[in-house]
């Protein structure tokens, strides 16, 4: 399968999770066929306190990491770890998560991915591991 085809794949897999539609969460690729995940501020994102769960970020970051590493691959890919650091609050700002990759091997795949508001200012960085399976998708 052609990298364009999978990315096509990849952003149709994306639009069937109920999550990520429950979120408004949007997925692009770039040009290197990173994994590009919006999200729009909206006041259910936020703690109590008035700024962005640290649960959001950590959704961005997963998903910009395992999107930008399963794109690479004809089957499944499994999240084994990712991490979370955070590095700003972020308060009434739309989110954009940049997935960057560290290593594709046959067996795990690893990726990276930072958290910017629309503005450009770094919130987060993070990233994940990735089993690769033989599951087919559906």
Known sequence: MTPDARATRMTDLFGRAPLAAHLGMTLRFDADLRAVVGIAHAPFLDHGLGQVHGGVFATLIDTAAWFTAAV????????????????????????????????????????????????????????????VTGVEYG
């Open 72 to 131: 690479h691959y004809d089957t499944w890919i499994s999240t084994v770890d990712f991490s979370v650091r955070l590095l700003e609050p972020a308060e009434g700002e739309d989110l954009v998560a940049t997935g960057e990759i560290v290593r594709l091997g046959r067996r795990l795949a690893a990726a990276d991915a930072e958290v910017r508001t629309a503005a450009g200012r770094l919130t987060a960085v993070g990233g994940g591991t990735f089993a």
